[in-house]
């Protein structure tokens, strides 16, 4: 009995700690919205968060994307072998490219590179005390801070997730001609066959909606970090546990909602 009321209290800690996350979530988005009128006035900050979130990520992006690629050329002939011509390899490759493999894979890496960042930025400045710093001098944090790392995050994440796209797609090609004696010509008449702009669309609004809660999520870990320099190294990692998490939960409820 003693193991149930335990049981039960956890349980009940658990859900009020939920709820307790969505309401700050909730304040925290509603902070971003507000902020919005000073944009324009803020665009340096914007520029600079586009930077440090867009183009510091372009290499690890190229890496990411053409590896994608390959692999998932071997794996689609892997399958198709003895089954289903070659000649379909390109359609199969780019339609799984353009709705999942690029957006996903690549919100899955930011959510560890900027997601981490971000609540280690925030984090490092919540237990210095600089945040109360800012509230001192009438600074708003979440304009200050928050705002310009949401706005780089839903711009930069689907430029990046076209970038992967496009050397995914080089990738899977250079692995089908060069190991599976696929002809350029083969390969991507295959591709336009079955390309539907809506593939690209889709895969660029989930892009979108990962950049979206990378940031609230990294944000939002960053400025309740507490106690020292180990509380930093936890919302780190805690940061990057959730923002990967919500990927894929927004991944299954995108999909539903634009392909189903």
Request: charged share 15%; proline share 2%.
């Amino acid at each position: 009995m003693r193991y149930m009321i335990r049981l039960f209290e956890w349980f009940i800690d658990r859900f009020e700690f939920f709820f307790l996350e969505v309401g700050r979530i909730s304040m925290l988005i509603w902070g971003i919205i507000v902020s919005f009128p000073r944009v324009f006035r803020d665009r340096k900050l914007i520029l600079d968060q586009m930077e440090h979130i867009g183009v510091g990520s372009i290499p690890l992006v190229i890496i990411i994307g053409f590896f994608t690629g390959a692999v998932s050329a071997w794996q689609a002939a892997y399958q198709f072998q003895g089954f289903i011509s070659l000649s379909y390899l390109g359609s199969a490759v780019t339609k799984a490219i353009f709705i999942e493999l690029g957006p996903v894979l690549t919100a899955i890496v930011l959510a560890g590179r900027i997601g981490a960042s971000i609540a280690a930025e925030l984090g490092t400045m919540k237990v210095t005390e600089q945040i109360d710093a800012l509230e001192s001098l009438a600074i708003n944090p979440v304009r200050y801070l928050v705002m310009p790392r949401f706005l780089a995050s839903i711009i930069m994440l689907p430029a990046l997730t076209i970038i992967a796209n496009f050397i995914a797609i080089m990738g899977a090609f250079l692995v089908a001609y060069f190991f599976q004696d696929v002809s350029f010509q083969v390969f991507f008449n295959s591709a336009k066959r079955v390309f539907d702009i809506k593939d690209i669309a889709g895969g660029l609004i989930k892009a979108f909606f990962f950049g979206a809660s990378i940031s609230i999520l990294g944000c939002h870990v960053g400025l309740n970090a507490k106690g020292g320099a180990l509380g930093v190294g936890n919302a780190t990692i805690r940061a990057f546990v959730l923002a990967a998490s919500m990927t894929l939960i927004l991944d299954y409820i995108l999909w539903t909602t634009i392909f189903g």
